[in-house]
């Protein structure tokens, strides 16, 4: 079946640094790729997405890039800030057929400090 | 345009009762889907339902169970309520059916701790 990995968190960066959350899948035929993000004690929000192979997404100064070799589609941030604190997960569905099944990652924590 | 609604925010309930969550999709969306959070799950997909009829389940038992009436608002029904039944209850609505081609939105949950 589906399956998408994530890196384990949490994940403790100073502001301004650089971020990288990779995140791998096992699927079959081509999935579309989300990155979603979940602030404390709120839903789920769609940060990016990336719908075929080589698709760049990008959103808030977050970009990933949907890599079928690799099966990846690790999110990068050239600079953090403390409002970017949050849970952030990997998700992906069939393009066709699978509605709104989404099967996502474990989510990996993010802490920016000062 | 106000945002995906879901009732209540939080529910206490104990063993082998059973409980009713309500969803309130963004007006127009016609296509409602129930996830499952838990800290040693993750995020597990529930079912679907668009235009009324489920179109998508997930690995859940028979004591999950769900609805969607024709304002599109959807509830979910958990019977015989077990320990492990503790999670945020999270729904989504999107406008068409698939996801790759328009974005779910999700409400902020429904908080349900089993005693």
């Known amino acids: 079946g589906d399956s998408v990995t994530q890196m384990e968190g949490p994940v403790t960066l100073s502001e301004e640094a650089f971020l990288t959350i990779n995140c791998t899948y096992t699927?079959?035929?081509?999935?579309?790729l989300f990155w979603y993000v979940q602030y404390p004690g709120e839903g789920l929000q769609l940060l990016l997405k990336?719908?075929?192979?080589?698709d760049k997404g990008s959103n808030k100064g977050f970009e990933a890039t949907y890599r079928k070799e690799t099966t990846s589609f690790h999110l990068e941030k050239g600079s953090v800030q403390v409002s970017d604190s949050a849970v952030y997960f990997c998700?992906?569905?069939?393009?066709?057929?699978?509605?709104?099944?989404?099967?996502f990652g474990t989510g990996t924590q993010l802490k920016v400090e000062l | 345009k106000a945002g995906v609604t879901q009732t209540p925010r939080y529910l206490i309930k104990t063993r082998g009762q059973q409980v009713t969550l309500s969803c309130s999709p963004i007006?127009?969306?016609?296509?409602v889907s129930w996830y499952q959070q838990t800290p040693g799950q993750g995020l597990q997909f529930l079912f679907e339902?668009?235009?009324?009829?489920?179109?998508n389940k997930g690995n859940f038992p028979g004591r999950f169970s769900g609805r969607q009436f024709s304002n599109s608002r959807s509830e979910m029904n958990v019977s015989t309520l077990e320990l492990g039944d503790s999670a945020l209850y999270l729904c989504?609505?999107?406008?068409?059916?698939?996801?790759?081609?328009?974005?779910?939105?999700f409400g902020n949950g429904t908080r349900l701790t089993v005693t």
């Open positions: 989504a609505s999107s406008l068409q059916g698939s996801s790759y081609n328009s974005p779910l939105h």
């Open positions: 699927a079959t035929g081509y999935p579309s």
């Open positions: 990336a719908t075929k192979a080589d």
């Open positions: 998700a992906l569905v069939h393009s066709t057929g699978g509605g709104n099944k989404l099967t």
């Open positions: 007006s127009g969306h016609r296509s």
């Open positions: 339902y668009f235009s009324e009829t489920q179109r």
